[in-house]
């Protein structure tokens, strides 16, 4: 059974930085893409960062919020995403979600895996 386990909430004042990492168990085939959400309570889980498998590296794509602030990258054959935050703002603070469309082996198709979250907190 796939599996999303992530690591690396927290707290972080101001201006800082927090790296977040996310790592798929189980028996993996393919990944289509891989993602982070930031939900904050009375408000729709929002995507912050997404990466495909598109070329070498994949292509990336960020919410207008954290782009120039947070980095998404991927480590392709263990199937690990990492969201490097920096510059961190009071207004980052929530549960962050791993996000991930992928395949599991016995399976014909791709389908949505999500973590089980991570707060993170970031002090003025």
């Known amino acids: 059974q796939v599996q999303l386990v992530e690591s690396g909430g927290g707290l972080a004042r101001a201006g800082g930085s927090l790296r977040l990492s996310c790592a798929a168990s189980?028996?993996?085939?393919?990944?289509?893409?891989m993602a982070w959400y930031r939900q904050v309570p009375g408000k729709q889980r929002e995507m912050v960062a997404h990466?495909?498998?598109?070329?070498?590296?994949?292509?990336?794509d960020y919410a207008d919020s954290v782009a120039g602030r947070f980095t998404i990258s991927r480590v392709i054959f263990n199937n690990t995403v990492f969201l490097q935050m920096n510059d961190l703002k009071p207004e980052d603070t929530g549960v962050y979600y791993c996000?991930?469309?992928?395949?599991?082996?016995?399976?014909?198709?791709?389908?949505?895996?999500w973590g089980q979250g991570t707060q993170v907190t970031v002090s003025s």
């Open positions: 189980g028996r993996v085939v393919g990944v289509n893409a």
């Open positions: 996000n991930a469309d992928l395949r599991a082996a016995g399976n014909l198709y791709f389908s949505e895996y």
């Open positions: 990466i495909n498998s598109v070329g070498r590296g994949g292509n990336t």
